[in-house]
């Protein structure tokens, strides 16, 4: 198949003699996108596909920039934009936290493997992240969160008050089980339980 590069597997055999004729597929995926050979055999040797390599060098970087950020170009955009390095970012997409709330939790003063480890305990997102919110230290936190704490239970009031107006801590109501219902006074069928009233499953604060 002739390309816009004339790259035929002769001419890439005689470039390269390390070419594996197998690969030949590969190869000239890159260069339709218009790579040179020797430039495709970089990406591909990279092992990033035609069109991430694409982005990659629109975004000024090469394959070997490529490879040692190891993940797809918008996920490295976002980390670059928030001044992350290489080697931060990899370790906190690793922890599957990305640039916004990596970010986050690195301010708060933990690191990806606390961040995630505190994520992996809470009910969600949004209640992992109340935890940095709690003064506790990152080792606090996760073994209060493994054990089903909830970390509205140790913000600081001005926080607690604010998360009652959200309904954060909103009581956890339930009325209790009905008992078994006999007739009253007067015929009237009533329950044990009558005057009771609601039973808070849960305390805040």
């Given at each position: 198949m002739t390309t816009p590069h004339h790259f035929d597997l002769y001419y890439y055999s005689e470039q390269r003699a390390n070419c594996d004729a197998s690969n030949w597929y590969a190869f000239e995926d890159y260069v339709e996108m218009g790579f040179t050979p020797e430039r495709a055999k970089e990406w591909f040797d990279s092992d990033v596909t035609p069109e991430h390599a694409m982005a990659f060098q629109m975004q000024g970087m090469g394959p070997s920039d490529a490879w040692r950020w190891r993940l797809v170009p918008e996920i490295v955009a976002g980390f670059r934009a928030r001044t992350f390095t290489q080697e931060q970012a990899r370790d906190w997409a690793d922890a599957e936290i990305f640039a916004d709330e990596a970010m986050f939790w690195q301010h708060a003063g933990y690191s990806p493997s606390e961040a995630f480890m505190i994520r992996a305990a809470s009910a969600d997102v949004a209640q992992a992240v109340?935890?940095?919110?709690?003064?506790?230290?990152?080792?606090?936190?996760?073994?209060?969160?493994?054990?089903?704490?909830?970390?509205?239970?140790?913000?600081?009031?001005?926080?607690?008050?604010?998360?009652?107006?959200?309904?954060?801590?909103?009581?956890?109501?339930?009325?209790?089980?009905?008992?078994?219902?006999?007739?009253?006074?007067?015929?009237?069928?009533?329950?044990?339980?009558?005057?009771?009233?609601?039973?808070?499953?849960?305390?805040?604060?």
């Open positions: 109340l935890w940095s919110l709690t003064g506790l230290s990152p080792a606090d936190a996760m073994d209060h969160a493994a054990h089903g704490a909830e970390p509205v239970g140790f913000l600081c009031p001005p926080l607690m008050e604010a998360a009652r107006a959200e309904d954060v801590c909103a009581p956890s109501l339930a009325r209790e089980p009905e008992p078994e219902q006999g007739p009253g006074p007067r015929g009237q069928v009533v329950s044990e339980s009558e005057g009771q009233g609601l039973v808070g499953t849960r305390r805040c604060g």
